[in-house]
Nanobody, 124 residues
Framework: QVQLVESGGGLVQAGGSLRLSCAAS????????MGWFRQAPGKERDIVAQ????????YYADSMKGRFTISRDNAKNTLYLQMNSLKPADTAVYYC?????????????????WGQGTQVTVSS
């Protein structure tokens, strides 16, 4: 069973950047499609971005396009999310997740393994 641990969250001013990491153990990251999701207080958990096993296919939610970059290093068993030009609306708990397969339309139900989340707070 894959265990996922996120890191890199914190407090940043609007316009700043953060890089989130998700370290996997108990399994090979290369066996999974990976995704980043986020949940703001009082809101549903939404997809941020996802990436297939090789990194050759990615998806971004519209509001993240051009600002966020998802990447993976299968040799290090680690997933990343580079977040630039952060806005207060990006404040949320960010989760990484692993899915046995990649679909062009993200579906959180496909993701079998989830991390505990890391808090990102963007101040205005």
């Amino acid at each position: 069973q894959v265990q996922l641990v996120e890191s890199g969250g914190g407090l940043v001013q609007a316009g700043g950047s953060l890089r989130l990491s998700c370290a996997a153990s108990g399994g090979m990251l290369s066996s999974y499609a990976m995704g980043w999701f986020r949940q703001a207080p009082g809101k549903e958990r939404d997809i941020v971005a996802q990436i297939n096993w090789s990194g050759g296919r990615t998806y971004y939610a519209d509001s993240m396009k051009g600002r966020f970059t998802i990447s993976r290093d299968n040799a290090k068993n680690t997933l990343y999310l580079q977040m630039n030009s952060l806005k207060p609306a990006d404040t949320a708990v960010y989760y990484c997740a692993a899915s046995p397969y990649y679909t062009e339309t993200p579906n959180s139900n496909h993701y079998a393994y989830w991390g505990q989340g890391t808090q990102v707070t963007v101040s205005s």
